[in-house]
């Protein structure tokens, strides 16, 4: 048998919080529907037996209500996230390789949108564009690039200095296959954990501003929707309804979080042996 | 064949010092030339110029009679640089790296002592002495008519040294490759080479 190393440990755990997220994801998808069934009869259940996180004031089981709103905020975190990569990768190579008017201004944009606390821009875009599934997704999008579309527009600056390239130059390699084969190893890696660690931010926003009433609405059973309607009930005693989603959602993060540093340390040349 | 530098004159950016002023040098392809010189007196520029990494700020390289600028594609005059890791993708395997090169032979990969085993590894997996060897391998492809050695053999042991100069010497008058070797050490270059200059007398 081949003994377990450190790098079949970190692609087990990468691909146990990549399945676990898609599960919940697909098991919400399912439960959609059950997630709206209200039942009087069977009102502000403490957890436990049938309903292992309880039900609401209006007979809605937890649980379901929980995944549903989950897999909505990871839906919501992985388009968003998505968006704003492709516009970091974008901006950041463009910064880097055009010149040095549009590295300025791109740098201005960075600053500008880097200058205003996330939640407040967020805020204003989302509701710009009316609130929302499209309002939280665009908000999202626009406000998570910048981070990361500094780090590329620096790692393409050092690599199109780096003597290696320069080298290749020398020995009559395209510029194409530069980027392919010098470039884009580097890129590639920076790229993904950044899309990556991107989700849970975009999780979380999407949630806070859903909770200040800027997301998504309020029939929606959105994490950020179940946590405000909760804050009522919480001094009737009835803890089950913020604290079971609010674990959930916390786990969820950090299952994307534990995902991307897995694939950052796999995608790591000097973890190679471990 | 001959590589020819023309009046050179070099200073990195304005208000710093002259390093190179009005500086000549020719070298045929069968000829082993030594550059000697301290610290600090441009033998580093000197070789990025004449293999066209730096441009001159007067004076033009010129190779069998054109300037070396006009080259496109493969450059004729390749440098082997003093720290190899700098030159080598830490993301490539060095199995890559020697494929960079234009169709490396295999009685080269052999005369430098590269073993199978190394191919398969990454730059920071190999010693820089392993890693300088690749980088000769690399320079001495196809359409290779000048070398340019910069401080290739600091970080290697004495055996190792002259495994290498010797392993180049042979190489070199082979091929008819024109050989530029820059060191510190006196009894080295004149050991390597057929004529030695200096950079720091005028």
């Keep these: 048998m081949r003994r377990i190393n450190g790098r079949m440990m970190t692609a087990a755990l990468l691909g146990a919080a990549v399945l676990f997220l898609f599960v919940i994801t697909v098991a919400g998808h399912m439960y959609a529907e059950e997630a709206l069934v209200t039942d009087f009869s069977r009102k502000d259940l403490s957890p436990g037996g049938a309903y292992i996180f309880g039900t609401d004031w209006l007979g809605r089981d937890m649980f379901i209500r929980t995944l549903t709103g989950l897999s909505m905020s990871i839906q919501i975190g992985i388009l968003a996230a998505c968006v704003s990569s492709v516009l970091a990768l974008i901006l950041g190579v463009l910064a880097a390789t055009m010149g040095k008017t549009a590295d300025a201004l791109i740098t201005w944009v960075i600053d500008l949108v880097m200058g205003i606390p996330h939640i407040l821009l967020l805020i204003l875009i989302s509701y710009a564009f009316g609130k929302g599934f499209k309002g939280v997704v665009v908000g999202v999008a626009l406000t998570h690039w910048t981070s990361l579309a500094r780090v590329i527009r620096g790692e393409v600056l050092q690599l199109k200095e780096a003597l290696y ?44 501003i859903t909770f200040l009433g800027f997301g998504l609405p309020p029939e929606q059973p959105a994490i950020g929707i179940i946590l405000s309607e909760s804050m009522k009930y919480l001094a009737m005693g009835r803890w089950w309804l913020a604290l079971f989603p609010g674990l959930l959602l916390v786990f969820t993060v950090v299952l994307f979080d534990v995902a991307g540093e897995s694939l950052r340390k796999l995608l790591d040349p000097g973890s190679t042996h471990k | 064949m001959v590589l020819e530098a023309k009046n050179i004159s070099f200073r990195y950016g304005k208000g710093s010092r002259q390093i190179l002023d009005d500086f000549s040098l020719a070298i045929e392809n069968h000829e082993r030339v030594g550059i000697a010189a301290p610290s600090g007196f441009g033998k580093t520029t000197f070789c990025k110029i004449l293999s066209g990494y730096e441009k001159p700020d007067q004076g033009e390289v010129y190779l069998d009679g054109q300037p070396l600028s ?7 005059v390749q440098m082997i640089w003093q720290h190899p890791e700098q030159v080598v993708n830490p993301r490539l395997r060095m199995r890559e790296v020697l494929k960079e090169g234009d169709g490396i032979e295999p009685c080269i990969i052999q005369g430098l002592g590269i073993e199978e085993d190394w191919l398969n590894r990454f730059p920071a997996e190999i010693s820089g002495g392993e890693m300088q060897r ?18 290739i053999s600091t970080m290697l042991d004495l ?44």
């Design chain 2, 70 to 76: 006009s080259y496109k594609g493969y450059c004729p």
């Design chain 1, 165 to 208: 390239i320069r080298a290749a130059q020398k020995l009559g390699m395209s510029q194409l296959k530069i980027a392919w084969k010098h470039m884009l190893p580097h890129l590639f890696p920076q790229f993904l954990v950044g899309l990556i660690l991107t989700f849970p931010h975009a999780i979380l926003h999407e949630a806070s």
């Design chain 2, 134 to 151: 690749f980088c000769i391998a690399r320079a001495l492809g196809k359409r290779t008519k000048f070398i340019l050695a910069d401080e």
């Design chain 2, 159 to 202: 055996i190792t040294q002259s495994q290498i100069w010797n392993f180049l010497i042979e190489e070199t008058k082979r091929r008819q490759i024109g050989l530029l070797a820059v060191s510190h050490s006196m009894p080295l270059l004149e050991n390597v080479c057929t004529r030695i200059c200096r950079l720091d007398e005028k």
